[in-house]
């Protein structure tokens, strides 16, 4: 079945790196756009990050441009969030999701991220 | 960037009712619009695309309408495993509303 599996949280220190993997099956990963959403603790959804099926295009939130990277790797069927420079704001748990039909139709379980010294 | 706002932020209701939740764009985003199902601890559920469409296996008593500025999401009789946080999306620039906790 068409599965997502986010891997990487963790606690990390203010202005340290992090990265998230998010493995794909049962479906073309090659054939679809990808996102990142989070939502911090108690609080609504916040979309992150989207890169095209190819790779080519990347558009990101205000709030992580320039901090967070999305990437791709296509014969590996996964999905990565490079995250730098991070803050106690980025506290939450990220979640990736397939592209499709202008909607997000599939959705991994989540990885918590927690930003704290 | 395109603001979503959704009204109300609370909706108390019963088993049921019938149950409305807007959702207004800052600017015309056609029909590029979906609704989200979220429960606590999970993750989000897809249950419309592009404003009307019903996403397959989602209960036919959720019904989604409108274009451009203003949408609707109805639940024709509310059932108790309905009771869940509701978001809507715009794919334009991919900005989520504020959530609709249904209580």
């Known amino acids: 079945q068409v599965q997502l599996e986010e891997s990487g949280g963790g606690v990390v220190q203010p202005g340290r790196s992090l990265r998230l993997s998010c493995a794909a099956s049962?479906?073309?990963?090659?054939?679809?756009?990808m996102h990142w959403v989070r939502q911090a603790p108690g609080k609504g959804l916040e979309w992150v990050a989207v890169?095209?099926?190819?790779?080519?295009?990347?558009y990101y939130a205000d709030s992580v441009r320039g901090r967070f990277t999305i990437s791709r790797d296509n014969s590996k069927k996964m999905l990565y969030l490079q995250m730098n420079s991070l803050r106690a704001e980025d506290t939450a748990v990220y979640f990736c999701?397939?592209?499709?039909?202008?909607?997000?139709?599939?959705w991994g379980q989540g990885t918590m991220v927690t930003v704290s010294s | 960037d395109i603001q979503m706002t959704q009204s109300p932020s609370t909706l108390s209701a019963s088993v049921g009712d019938r149950v409305t939740i807007t959702c207004r764009a800052s600017?015309?985003?056609?029909?590029?619009l979906a609704w989200y199902q979220q429960k606590p601890g999970k993750a989000p559920r897809l249950l419309i695309y592009?404003?009307?469409s019903l996403q397959s296996g989602v209960p036919s008593r959720f019904s989604g309408s409108g274009s451009g500025t203003e949408f609707t999401l109805t639940i024709s009789s509310l059932q108790p495993d309905d009771f869940a946080t509701y978001y809507c999306?715009?794919?334009?620039?991919?900005?989520f509303g504020q959530g609709t906790k249904l209580e």
């Open positions: 999701a397939k592209g499709a039909r202008y909607s997000l139709d599939v």
């Open positions: 049962g479906f073309t990963f090659s054939s679809f756009g």
């Open positions: 890169i095209w099926f190819d790779g080519s295009l990347k």
């Open positions: 600017q015309n985003i056609g029909s590029w």
């Open positions: 592009k404003a009307s």
């Open positions: 999306q715009q794919y334009n620039s991919y900005t």
